[in-house]
């Protein structure tokens, strides 16, 4: 998505002419939930001089009441007038970062964080870390009060068309808003599980591609409410179908230049390759939990859906972690599929840019690629070619990051302390509940 630079003038002339009459000033908290201060336009050059407070307290994993203070500075790059008009004219948008009241990054913000990561990044002399998203959805009916239902609006397939894929003309609309919004989409189609659609658009920086996902997810969800539906991005709605992922396709640049790419290594690959993906294995367990990070996703990672249940890299394979597309020169990449799309893409991001700059740092050699089908394979083979499992719960994913220091820097202690005890107070209510399965499992036989 081509970005051009903002000034206030720009903006103040744009609202103008847009008839703009309100702001949403957003932002993301630390379990990925989009939030906002919705402001009258009254109220733009306040917002502009970087003057906007909030109370931070009422935020998931912010600050505690007596530090609730805090201050909005909008990125001007990110405005956008969103094409949804009411009598009351136009809404734009700002995504802001958090600032503390003496003028210093808050470090409880997921966008602040990954700017810092990826200045250490930079230190190593990197100029740009890319991501090119490919997120999953489902869109469900609602029922004659607008709540969701668990009926399925189509019986489509992988790449199916109407009459199968009946989500065809919601998708249709959803990608025409994106376009409308600057974003250059590249492909969109029914995906496996009836009901289950993905929109790809083109890659980005990491901070603004993280900026389309949160807008991405806004406009999927107003667009299909529209159609009278509900879409989701659950990693696993429903039993015996493919759950949603957002398969992460990253690459490393210094200027123009793609730093995975070497026409003159095995399989096209430079040593910075390797070693990122060696970084990307080394950590897999630990930033599961940041990239897979509901109890909800763990239903997904199991084997016979596609999803990833194995820490291992490969090319053409599919059923690895990590696997190399086939493309080379400037679209040289690395596609790591086990994230979902409930996972926050700003600590995701900065958990896997970490990850692959550990490897980096320490020369880290991969193990040999794995080219077979990794599900067919039983558990001596897996351990004799150096496989190992995701982890299969939450509450194994969330130890494995306590133990990782590596992650632990990458979130920070202030976002790693409050995703940690967020999470496990997830986990903990989720122990509790006894579910159908259980009672139809065991109540007469016990």
Request: glycine residues 6%; aromatic residues 10%.
């Amino acid at each position: 998505m081509a970005k051009q630079p903002r000034t206030k003038e720009d903006i103040i002339r744009i609202a103008d002419e847009e008839n703009v009459r309100f702001l949403r000033l957003m932002f993301t908290d630390i379990l990925g939930t989009i939030k906002n201060v919705e402001v009258p336009i009254s109220q733009l050059d306040k917002t502009l001089d970087n003057k906007m407070m909030f109370d931070g307290s009422s935020i998931e994993g912010f600050v505690r009441i007596e530090e609730s203070d805090m201050y909005l500075h909008p990125d001007l790059d990110t405005w956008m007038v969103f094409p949804w008009e009411s009598d009351r004219g136009k809404v734009a948008r700002l995504i802001c970062d958090i600032y503390n009241p003496d003028g210093t990054p808050f470090a409880g913000d997921p966008r602040g964080n990954l700017k810092r990561v990826l200045k250490e990044m930079e230190e190593l002399g990197f100029t740009s870390f890319n991501l090119g998203p490919e997120p999953e959805f489902f869109l469900f009916k609602l029922d004659e009060k607008g709540e969701p239902t668990l009926d399925l609006n189509d019986k489509g397939g992988y790449f199916d068309f109407a009459p199968m894929d009946l989500g065809e003309n919601c998708r249709r609309d959803i990608v025409l808003e994106l376009e409308h919004l600057g974003f250059e989409v590249e492909a969109s189609h029914h995906e496996v599980a009836p009901g289950q659609h993905e929109i790809d658009f083109k890659y980005s920086n990491a901070v603004d591609a993280c900026d389309h996902i949160q807008t991405f997810k806004l406009v999927v969800k107003t667009i299909a409410r529209k159609h009278g539906l509900h879409a989701t991005f659950m990693a696993k709605p429903l039993f015996g179908i493919n759950g949603s992922g957002m398969h992460c396709n990253m690459s490393l640049f210094k200027g123009k230049d793609n730093c995975f790419y070497d026409p003159e290594g095995e399989m096209q690959l430079s040593d910075t390759a390797r070693q990122f993906v060696a970084g990307l294995m080394k950590h897999a367990r630990s930033y599961t939990a940041v990239c897979n990070p509901t109890v909800n996703s763990y239903k997904r990672l199991v084997p016979g859906y596609e999803a990833p249940v194995y820490v291992a890299w490969s090319g053409r394979n599919r059923s690895p972690l990590i696997r190399v597309p086939e493309s080379r020169g400037l679209s040289t990449r690395l596609e790591l599929r086990s994230v979902d799309p409930t996972a926050n893409p700003y600590l995701a991001l900065a958990a896997l840019l970490a990850a692959g700059l550990d490897g980096i740092r320490n020369e880290m050699t991969p193990p040999e690629p794995v080219d077979r089908n990794i599900y067919v394979m039983n558990e001596d083979e897996r351990e004799a070619a150096h496989i190992y499992d995701l982890p299969s719960t939450l509450h194994n994913a969330l130890k494995e990051l306590r133990k990782d220091e590596v992650m632990k820097d990458a979130l920070g202690m202030h976002i790693f302390n409050n995703f940690n005890e967020a999470k496990r107070v997830e986990w903990a209510a989720y122990r509790q509940i006894v579910c159908d399965w259980e009672r139809e499992q065991y109540m007469e036989l016990y």
